[in-house]
């Protein structure tokens, strides 16, 4: 079964940059879809962005606002989450996670049951 892992998690203050990568265990990545999920504390797990198969198509939560953008690493099976302009309330644990399956509606994006493997995470603090 394939695993995702993450990296790029660290602290950064208010207004910073950030960026996450996550790489499969094997090619998983290259035929599938993938999002960014986060957990802050005390806080359920929430939408970040997702990225189809082909890299053509990307979905973002609308807290994202044009601060966050998901591309395609240069190994097939890589993702890579770019955060700019970041806030305290960005605070989290980030994952990483793929789907198996191919997606046939666009609300599948957002739904974190849809996917199929995980990684542990990794922790984004922003400071003020």
């Known amino acids: 079964q394939a695993q995702a892992y993450e990296s790029g998690g660290g602290l950064v203050q208010v207004g910073g940059s950030l960026t996450l990568s996550c790489v499969a265990s094997d090619d998983a990545f290259s035929g599938h879809t993938m999002g960014w999920f986060r957990q802050a504390p005390g806080k359920e797990r929430e939408f970040v962005a997702a990225i189809t198969r082909s890299g053509g198509a990307t979905y973002y939560g609308d807290f994202v606002a044009d601060r966050f953008t998901v591309y395609r690493g240069n190994l097939k099976n890589s993702v890579n989450l770019q955060m700019t302009r970041l806030k305290p309330e960005d605070t989290a644990v980030y994952f990483c996670?793929?789907?198996?399956?191919?997606?046939?509606?666009?609300?599948?994006?957002?739904?974190?049951?849809?996917?199929?493997?995980w990684g542990q995470g990794t922790q984004v603090t922003v400071s003020s």
């Open positions: 996670a793929g789907a198996t399956r191919p997606f046939l509606s666009r609300t599948y994006y957002y739904q974190q049951t849809r996917y199929d493997f």
